[in-house]
């Protein structure tokens, strides 16, 4: 049975040299080497696989045969893999983290997570990146116990002095049901009209803020464990509820929601904030993705000048 040996790296970056330059002579010139070093480094090459790699019968430029289309794939891959490895350690040397955590409130508009996202991948490209989602306290408690480094959260009822706090701007949030719901066909309500109709309400799984009420004024509620549940079940008729304005603008532009008149619950603007540990402050693609969360906070403040800035909800709504 013939004995095959294992391949070097540096024969691998010779065989893709040629590949890429399109002969052992252009190879030699791009990788500073003589051209009969090339051809000794792609025999040994050969000899270690036990495949012809190049067909060199039929001119003079070598052609990869089907076996080194093969080989071809892989060395690429190792290739590709041997960069990133060494992106990732060059990226710790100079202090940038190989992994961050971050949480998110999930109030958060869509659009700006995937602009913030979008560019810290482009921005950090050997930075793995943890995402979670979640709703009120949970956010805080997360950064709190170390499972995030970096979150992003509403107002907190509560105080907690372990944290710093950087403002990132707000959504506005609205109450709305379906054209059909009995709050939507009255029109205008009475103060307390909604403490009447079931109330979709955000569970808060955090014990931060554990039995804390949120803007809940229905007499009856149902608790939901994420927004896009609360989101499909308000459309479909079951139940009030606060959404993000960017979150429900297609539907109340399409009829598919209605926006609500209570007296006692306009809806205002919940206050957005990136957070962390004081003593375990976020590294450079963390401060980054703060700093990118405060430039498009920026760029809304600029957009919305003039409106009116006395909308302010407190506490959060649910």
């Known amino acids: 049975m013939a004995q ?6 540096d024969q691998l970056q010779v065989f893709l040299a040629v590949v890429e330059a399109g ?15 090339v051809s000794y480094a792609i025999a040994n090459l050969e000899t270690q696989l036990g495949v012809a790699l190049f067909d060199r019968t039929q001119s003079k430029t070598p052609k990869l045969t089907e076996a080194g289309r093969t080989v071809l794939a892989e060395a690429r891959t190792i290739a590709s893999g041997m960069d990133g490895l060494r992106a990732k350690v060059k990226g710790l040397l100079e202090g940038l983290e190989a992994e961050v955590h971050v949480a998110l409130d999930v109030m958060l508009p869509a659009a ?6 979008k560019a810290f991948s482009e921005a950090f490209p050997t930075v793995t990146l943890r995402l ?4 009120l306290g949970a956010v805080a408690e997360m950064v709190l116990n170390g499972r995030a480094v970096i979150g992003v959260s509403g107002a907190l009822p509560v105080m907690a002095p372990a944290l710093e706090h950087i403002d990132i701007g707000f959504v506005d949030l609205i109450p709305v049901a379906a054209p059909d719901h009995p709050l939507a066909l009255a029109g205008h309500n009475p103060p307390g009209a909604g403490r009447d109709h079931v109330q979709l309400v955000l569970t808060d799984r955090s014990r931060l803020t554990e ?3 949120f803007a ?7 608790r939901l464990a994420d927004i896009g549940s609360k989101h499909m079940l308000l459309r479909e008729g079951i139940g009030w509820g606060n959404l993000p304005e960017p979150m429900v603008r297609e539907d109340l532009a399409a009829g598919r929601l209605v926006r609500l008149d209570l007296p006692d619950l306009r809806g205002g603007r919940y206050h957005l904030q990136a957070i962390y540990r004081a003593d375990t402050p976020p590294g450079p693609a963390g ?28 506490p959060p709504p649910a």
């Open 4 to 9: 095959f040996g294992t391949p070097t790296y």
């Open 112 to 117: 700006r997570v995937v602009d913030a996202l």
């Open 216 to 222: 809940v004024l229905g007499n009856r509620t149902w």
């Open 287 to 314: 401060s980054w993705l703060i700093q990118r969360l405060q430039a498009q906070a920026c760029s809304e403040a600029r957009q919305s000048a003039g409106t009116d800035a006395d909308r302010d909800l407190s």
């Open 211 to 213: 039995g804390v009420e």
């Open 132 to 135: 979670y989602v979640e709703a």
């Open 23 to 37: 002969s052992f002579a252009a190879a030699a010139r791009r990788l500073g080497r003589a051209t009969s070093v």
